[in-house]
């Protein structure tokens, strides 16, 4: 099953930046898929994930999965890190990686918590 990778292209990381820049949101989400998603994996932009006071965000969600929403996000500094923790959230059949298996971003910035929908 498919697990997707939201990032937020509207994030400021609490920066006042002209309408015509690139955000450092959108900035994330071109690192990121020009690294490329892990296998199972697929990259989807959204608008805003309505965590603005917390810089760039994400959010990763799968079928029957928790779903998890992590702030404070860097453009320059958490490609690998989110890559890698958004492969170790896919090859889970619950969404639940054990504390230790997370990067350390994923450990000390998560916004939410998400349970699974019932079906």
């Known amino acids: ?3 997707t990778l939201h ?3 509207t994030c400021r990381m609490g920066q006042s930046i002209p309408d ?3 955000r450092p949101g959108a900035r994330l989400l071109e690192a990121l898929q020009a690294e490329g998603a892990p296998d199972g994996v697929r ?3 959204v608008e805003c994930l309505s965590a603005c006071d ?3 965000n994400i959010a990763i969600s799968g079928p029957g999965r928790w779903s998890y929403v992590y702030r404070g996000l860097n453009p320059d500094e958490h490609v ?7 492969a170790a959230y896919a090859a889970t059949t619950d969404g639940i990686v054990p504390w230790r298996d997370r990067p350390v ?3 000390k910035q998560s916004l939410a918590r998400i349970p699974p ?3």
Do not use: K, N, Q
Request: proline share 4%.
């Open 1 to 3: 099953m498919t697990v």
């Open 7 to 9: 990032v937020c292209t």
């Open 20 to 22: 015509d820049e690139v």
């Open 43 to 45: 990259i989807v932009p």
């Open 54 to 56: 917390h810089g760039c």
């Open 80 to 86: 690998a890190d989110i890559l890698s923790g958004v």
């Open 105 to 107: 971003i994923f450990r």
């Open 117 to 119: 929908m019932e079906s």
